[in-house]
């Protein structure tokens, strides 16, 4: 395994333009500062509203994907219930759906936690050149986690290059299922035709997970009749609880997240093998909260019982076990880099080797981590942590992005074959 240079940093000017909502509580008057702030715009002459909003533009338009869309939609959640209020001239609304947008930085304080997979598009490569996507979780102001994606090519000679870095975010239109309902955890969102992939960003959209969109764990997916598609599992944070939600899409344009169920998919970390194995799909499980394990499930989301197939045993992992990412198939097994905790919670990447035919059974398991922090990566956030939630094959190199102590993102290269040799050396 050896590291490359890069490192990919929280960027404070990574930003989307949310609803912003001033205290709802009742003025004297009687009446909420929505309305006040209503009011005062309504009485400003039309010159007075131009000057607003050129200078608005000006200052903010290139941060955002239509500003102006942005502005009209916060309008009519405002005053979605006053006749007088649609009844104003359209700069006016505008104006009055600037006072109630604000900019949230998505990534100020972390970028960590990467998956990568195939790109949906590998069209226009040089020969032994792999597209990717990598899903990231950024993190921004009140410890809330968002999903964002980048994208770049690994080439014939395993040199990684990301495209260039995003300028603006941009979210996507969202429909809840059972929008009626406050429980309601399902939802399909379609990011702007016109936007790079590099530019979405999926921030929480319902109750289950206001508090964080966390650790997303892309697969690829090959079903039986040959098609392919993409499935992400990732931990939804309410703020008090956890509970895992399944994103799918074919094209990173348009996705649905809908819930897991069933004993398999308890607690966090689930992630999904790439194909069917005997007629069903499989997972790695960690139900019980420190051990590594498979779960069975015949449709993708009521997950059975899993089985356990890995157990602390070595001090850099005696405190809890935990999977890297969805298994890797090679001709000698599933590929399952796992993570493990040891003293003074320091987190290691290690790997396990499972049965292609039976993944219950374990082929191999690293004795000694296959990575751990070094140097800077040792601090952050979350000091001595390094995390992955998916790695991608390219040739015989495993291309291995991680997180380093809740804060940046790097890229290991791991030699495939040297891996599965100290596997199968270590039953």
């Known amino acids: 395994m050896r590291r490359t240079d890069h490192l990919l940093r929280p960027d404070p000017d990574r930003v989307v333009a949310r609803l912003f909502l001033p205290g709802q509580e009742l003025a004297s008057s009687g009446r909420s500062r929505a309305a006040a702030v209503l009011e005062r715009v309504r009485t400003l002459d039309d010159a007075a509203v ?4 050129t200078a608005l533009t000006d200052a903010f338009d290139d941060r955002h994907h239509d500003l102006e869309a942005t502005w009209e939609t916060h309008f009519a959640h405002v005053c979605h219930g006053s006749d007088e209020a649609r009844s104003m001239p359209a700069q006016h609304r505008r104006l009055v759906g600037a006072y109630f947008t604000a900019e949230y930085a998505v990534q100020s304080a972390a970028l960590f936690n990467p998956s990568m997979v195939a790109h949906p598009d590998q069209s226009g490569l040089p ?3 792999t597209r990717f996507v990598m ?11 968002s999903m964002e994606l980048r994208t770049g090519t690994v080439d014939v000679d395993d040199v990684v290059r990301f495209d260039p870095s ?10 809840v299922e059972q929008a009626q309902r406050s429980d309601a955890r399902g939802y399909d969102i379609t990011f702007p035709a016109d936007s790079a992939m590099n530019e979405r960003v999926l921030m929480p959209q319902t109750p289950a997970e206001r508090n964080g969109v966390e650790d997303v764990r892309m697969v690829r997916l090959e ?18 609880g956890i509970s895992i939600q399944l994103l799918r899409t074919q ?19 689930l992630a999904i093998f790439p194909r069917q194995v005997g007629g069903r799909w499989f997972a790695m499980s960690r139900a019980d909260r420190e051990s590594n394990a498979v779960a069975a499930s015949d449709d993708l989301v009521h997950w059975h019982e899993p089985v356990v197939v890995q157990r602390p045993e070595h001090g850099w992992e005696a405190i809890q076990l935990g999977n890297c990412g969805s298994p890797v198939e090679t001709e000698r097994g599933w590929l399952v880099l796992t993570h493990g905790v040891g003293p003074m919670r320091t987190y290691s990447i290690g790997a396990l080797l499972l049965d292609l035919d039976d993944p219950t059974r374990v082929v191999g398991r690293l004795r000694s981590p296959l990575l751990t ?18 790695a991608m094959l390219h040739g015989r190199t ?13 890229i290991a290269l791991v030699d495939v074959d040297a891996l599965l040799d100290a596997l199968v050396a270590a039953p």
Do not use: I
Not at 50 to 53: D, H, N, S
Not at 135 to 143: A, C, I, K, N, W
Not at 166 to 175: E, N, Y
Not at 223 to 240: I, K
């Open 127 to 129: 020969a032994g050149s």
């Open 166 to 175: 995003p300028t603006r975010a941009v979210q996507p239109v969202v429909a």
């Open 50 to 53: 131009e000057r607003e909003l």
């Open 135 to 145: 899903t990231l979780r950024s993190t921004g102001e009140g410890h809330v986690s």
């Open 398 to 410: 495993l291309v291995l992005p991680y997180g380093t102590s809740d804060s940046a993102t790097r």
């Open 223 to 240: 079903h039986a009749d040959g098609a392919t598609s993409y499935a992400g599992t990732y931990t939804a944070y309410d703020g008090r």
């Open 251 to 269: 094209d990173f344009e348009t996705m649905s997240s809908r819930p897991l169920s069933g004993p398999g998919a308890r607690d966090k970390g």
């Open 373 to 390: 922090t070094l140097g800077d990566e040792r601090s952050g956030y979350v000091p001595n942590v390094v995390y992955s939630c998916g």
